[in-house]
């Protein structure tokens, strides 16, 4: 069995996790990052950064490099490489410091293929021929509906809310009043309150789970995703069913990624067309985006 220490954009659990390392269980170890936003891993780096956090947290840095190199190699099967020696391939990185760990030079298969955070050869392309899987989001937005039935007497009435744990992917059962209105259960932002619905798009069913959300923060608006894992449908959380309902059809409309609107008009989004998971643009484009839909949802309230 193997521990992995993950350090994601969302979810970073790799301090708290340090403490488990012990010089008996070392090699049992190997580092993670799980999901890493482009300008997460523009600005700081994916693995390297798991090792620079871990050694200057206190952790041995030849112990370090082991975690990040030939323990993750052997946690997956992989027994040509992870370690300088014979008959290993020959993926190596040049650092001036193994306790600021920075990889000045960058070989793959024993050929120079990165200086100083550049390429040196072009990205491989796919396959003329081969041609990515789009068009995934089948749903038709006339079928969806966010209301919520309620009794429009149901004073002093409970729901179960999902309440976000900051920095993890877990979360919390949170027992909150809810607003009725024209018995419909609505949100309620003053409080934190937010509708939240998961739409199956795969398969044109148009089933829909409904339910409610706190610790978003949002005041205004709805921001909407198709990345969900595992199953990968599509989320939306917001303030009013009009946003939601727009933030669903636009991400129907780019064929899946991850939308902020409001107002009805789409403020910012990160169109992910293959399998509504994956950009075809550039990572420069594509944190781009990812910037100007963070800022916007930081625009909406959230702390996020």
Same mark, same amino acid.
């Given at each position: ?32 990052? *799980? ?6 891993? %523009?600005? /700081?780096? #994916? $693995?390297? =950064?798991?090792?620079? @956090? &871990? ?9 370090a490099i082991r975690i990040a190199t ?96 900051? *920095? ?6 949170? %027992?909150? /009043?809810? #607003? $009725?209105? =024209?018995?419909?259960? @609505? &949100? ?23 339910g409610f959300i706190h610790g978003l ?35 129907r409309e780019c064929g899946g990624g ?47």
């Amino acid at each position: 069995m193997y521990v992995l220490l993950r350090e994601a954009s969302a979810a970073k659990n790799l301090r708290d996790l340090l403490p488990a390392i012990t010089v008996e269980n070392a090699r049992r170890f190997a580092f993670a990052t *799980d999901d890493r936003h482009p300008t997460d891993l %523009i600005n /700081e780096g #994916s $693995i390297d =950064n798991n090792l620079r @956090i &871990a050694v200057i947290a206190g952790l041995d840095p030849i112990t370090a490099i082991r975690i990040a190199t030939i323990n993750g190699a052997e946690a997956i099967g992989l027994k040509d490489r992870g370690a300088i020696a014979p008959g290993r391939r020959a993926d190596l990185i040049i650092t001036p410091s193994i306790e600021n760990f920075q990889a000045v030079q960058v070989f793959s298969g024993g050929r120079l293929v990165a200086r100083e955070n550049h390429p040196l050869t072009g990205w491989a392309q796919a396959n003329a021929d081969e041609k990515p899987v789009r068009n995934t989001i089948h749903l038709k937005s006339a079928d969806i509906s966010l209301r919520i039935e309620a009794s429009s007497n149901a004073s002093g009435s409970r729901i179960r809310v999902i309440e976000i744990v900051p *920095d993890q992917l877990i979360t919390k059962e949170r %027992i909150m /009043e809810p #607003s $009725i209105i =024209n018995g419909e259960a @609505i &949100a309620a932002p003053e409080r934190d309150l937010l509708k939240l619905a998961v739409i199956e798009r795969h398969r044109y069913t148009g089933r829909t789970g409904l339910g409610f959300i706190h610790g978003l923060g949002i005041k205004n608006g709805a921001i909407a995703s198709s990345v969900g894992h595992d199953c990968h449908n599509i989320t939306v959380a917001g303030t009013n069913d009009s946003d939601m309902l727009k933030a669903i059809e636009a991400v129907r409309e780019c064929g899946g990624g991850l939308v902020a609107a409001l107002n009805k008009k789409i403020i910012a989004c990160v169109p992910l067309p293959i399998a509504g998971l994956m950009s075809d643009q550039s990572v420069e484009t594509v944190c781009k985006q990812m910037e100007e839909l963070l800022d916007s949802v930081e625009k909406l309230g959230s702390v996020y």
